[in-house]
């Protein structure tokens, strides 16, 4: 089994419930979406010719891989960055499921805890890789700031991982244009399924900034639907590391 791979690191997570935790992060190539907040659009490009794999963990030297590659290879990249948790990452990890099943397979076999950070639309390429991972960052796009509107895809994808019984958090990438209105539908979208799933609001970076107080607004909006809302910001980037 095979691959487009991006690329493969360790750092600490930046985003979500696992702030600060240190991961090794697989980026695997391609996505189906362009949102307007992306950090990393190289990684949209489906069949890169080569990915560059960290040679020691947080040394920031890489090596250049020819693609496609092998789960050999990345369990062996893996193996050398140390740490005991995986994120599949993107791009979007699931336009390549039978890769990504194929991965989180072998990494729980070697005993390690993986997780899936995704988009949160491709529902039916996510059923053959649930069953192979710990926990799910479930994205749902915010229209105003992702430039996109989802909600139906949304609501199906989580339908499907929350009857799988995964441990899931939604994270919502909000700007300075994104609305009550907008936060209060994520929030009933996931209370629909279980009021106790975590919503974690993050600002966007690089653009103006949200202001503490708007953030706390709506957070509160959040609250009335759901029992765990946080506002977290993407704290790799206030750290200046990948």
Known sequence: MTGWVHEVFASIQGEGLY???????????????????????????????????????????????????????VLRACRRLGSG????????????????????RRLKDGGYQVHLETNGTLGESVREVLPHVDVVAMDVKIPSAAGCELWREHKRFLEIVSARGARVFVKAIVSDKSTVKEIARCAGLIAFRDRSIPLVIQPVTGARAV????????????????????????????????
């Open 85 to 104: 948790t995986v994120t599949l990452t993107g791009g979007e990890p699931l336009v390549q499921p039978e890769f990504a099943a194929a991965l989180a």
């Open 19 to 73: 702030c600060g935790e240190r991961q090794t992060f697989v980026r695997l190539a391609g996505c189906n979406l362009d949102c307007r907040y992306c950090d990393t659009p190289a990684a949209r490009e489906p069949n890169p010719a080569t990915c560059r794999i960290e040679e020691a963990p947080g040394s920031g030297s890489f090596t250049q891989a020819r693609n496609p590659l092998s789960v050999n290879t």
């Open 211 to 242: 202001p503490g107080r708007r953030l706390m607004r709506l957070q509160e909006v959040a609250l009335e639907k759901l029992e765990d809302v946080r506002v977290i910001p993407q704290c790799h980037k206030v750290m200046g590391i990948q």
